[in-house]
């Protein structure tokens, strides 16, 4: 298992170093967090119903090997206690599970018959499936107590974020993971769905780590623009992709398809106009290719996902001259490179190639 966190700044660029924070940005009080016990059937029951919220991405790339699912249940059956359980309540009242995912997806799996045991010192449990142990030791599993520790519905998303970060105690998570698991739902799906399409994948030259969700979390970015518009930016990251999923989790299914339609769209109008280099600093003619640049990616898939493919093919010289001259320029250079959450930075580049596209296209958008 991999105990430390994935360094992806090697694959992208534009993304603030502030975007995480400490709990000295948040005043004491709002840090709100409750205690409860509840036993592993309850729980099981729980999410089985739904009101227990467990990341279906995360299940399905389950990442404890089954010897250390064994020792798992082995230790419930001796009686050692377990460490405790974070899970953060959304606006409609279901526990996200935070910390402990890789636990009680251990006790889903044994208790569904889906693990047979591997404690081959430990006879009596060798070997056994749930169904296969004695009544007593079935009962002890289930009966084992649980505490938990319910961060609430009204703390602040960044805040949740950090909360998230600090007590994971399994895998640790990057920011996108995190927000995976606290808005799954048709955001989440929705973000899914474009990251695995060829098209996506040729836009970004496939450099995008799936496995840190990193791709996805650039989808969130142009989704939070998109929806939200600049004018909602306040300078907190977070906060902002977190507010784009709650809304994307209560759009109508024809929103969310119109919404697929421009991205699609933007992609391809950027893979017309920049080939290999689109979403990357550069200057025209070169020949190697740099990493993905966030901050030029928020301004570049949001622009042109307004114009159809017709219209830029027939501008294309003129596009590419003006915006070649834009990246020149010491003043979007710096917005797309240094402190670039700055509300100012923000701002200053999303203005700077609404300009262009205004003098390329004039008035029309769609």
């Keep these: 298992m991999n105990d430390h966190k994935t360094d992806?700044?090697?694959?992208?660029?534009?993304?603030d170093v502030d975007e995480d924070a400490s709990f000295g940005d948040y005043p004491i009080d709002t840090v709100l967090i409750r205690n409860e016990n509840r036993t592993v059937h309850d729980v099981l029951r729980r999410i089985e119903k739904?009101?227990?919220?467990?990341?279906?991405?995360?299940?399905?790339?389950?990442?404890?090997e089954e010897n250390k699912q064994s020792k798992l249940i082995e230790s419930v059956l001796m009686r050692i206690p377990l460490p405790v359980f974070y899970l953060a309540e959304n606006p409609q009242g279901q526990m996200i599970v935070v910390d402990g995912?890789?636990?009680?997806?251990?006790?889903?799996?044994?208790?569904?018959?889906?693990?047979?045991?591997?404690?081959?010192?430990?006879?009596?449990?060798?070997?056994?499936?749930?169904?296969?142990?004695?009544?007593?030791l079935q009962n002890r599993l289930e009966d084992c107590n649980l505490i938990l520790y319910v961060i609430d519905a009204k703390v602040p998303a960044q805040a949740l974020l950090d909360i998230f970060e600090r007590v994971n105690?399994?895998?640790?998570?990057?920011?996108?993971?995190?927000?995976?698991?606290?808005?799954?739902?048709?955001?989440?799906?929705?973000?899914?769905?474009e990251a695995?399409?060829?098209?996506?994948?040729?836009?970004?030259?496939?450099s995008l780590n799936p496995q840190t969700m990193r791709d996805r979390?650039?989808?969130?970015?142009?989704?939070?623009?998109?929806?939200?518009?600049?004018?909602?930016?306040?300078?907190?990251?977070?906060?902002?992709?977190?507010?784009?999923?709650?809304?994307?989790?209560?759009?109508?299914?024809?929103?969310l398809e119109k919404l697929s339609a421009m991205f699609r769209t933007s992609?391809?109008?950027?893979?017309?106009?920049?080939?290999?280099?689109?979403?990357?600093?550069?200057?025209?003619?070169?020949?190697?290719r740099s990493v993905i640049n966030a901050s030029l990616w928020d301004v570049m898939s949001t622009g042109l996902s307004h114009y159809p493919e017709h219209l830029v093919e027939a501008r294309l010289e003129k596009l590419k001259t003006t915006f070649y001259e834009l990246f020149s320029t010491y003043g979007f250079n710096d917005s797309i490179t240094l402190g670039t959450n700055q509300v100012t930075r923000v701002k200053y580049r999303f203005l700077k190639t609404k300009e262009i596209l205004k003098e390329v296209f004039g008035d029309y958008a769609n």
């Design 8 to 15: 992806m700044s090697e694959e992208v660029e534009g993304l």
């Design 50 to 64: 739904g009101t227990f919220i467990m990341d279906p991405d995360f299940q399905r790339d389950f990442i404890w």
């Design 101 to 136: 995912l890789q636990r009680l997806s251990t006790f889903q799996r044994f208790v569904n018959n889906e693990l047979r045991l591997k404690l081959k010192h430990q006879p009596e449990l060798d070997n056994k499936r749930f169904s296969e142990l004695s009544p007593k």
């Design 169 to 193: 105690s399994g895998l640790a998570l990057t920011r996108q993971q995190m927000r995976n698991c606290l808005f799954t739902g048709q955001a989440t799906r929705f973000l899914k769905v």
């Design 196 to 206: 695995n399409t060829l098209l996506f994948k040729q836009a970004t030259g496939g």
């Design 217 to 255: 979390e650039l989808i969130n970015r142009f989704c939070a623009f998109q929806i939200l518009g600049i004018d909602k930016y306040k300078g907190d990251m977070d906060d902002y992709l977190a507010k784009a999923l709650e809304n994307m989790n209560k759009m109508e299914v024809d929103e």
């Design 267 to 288: 992609l391809s109008n950027n893979i017309k106009l920049f080939g290999n280099h689109a979403f990357r600093k550069h200057v025209r003619g070169q020949d190697n």
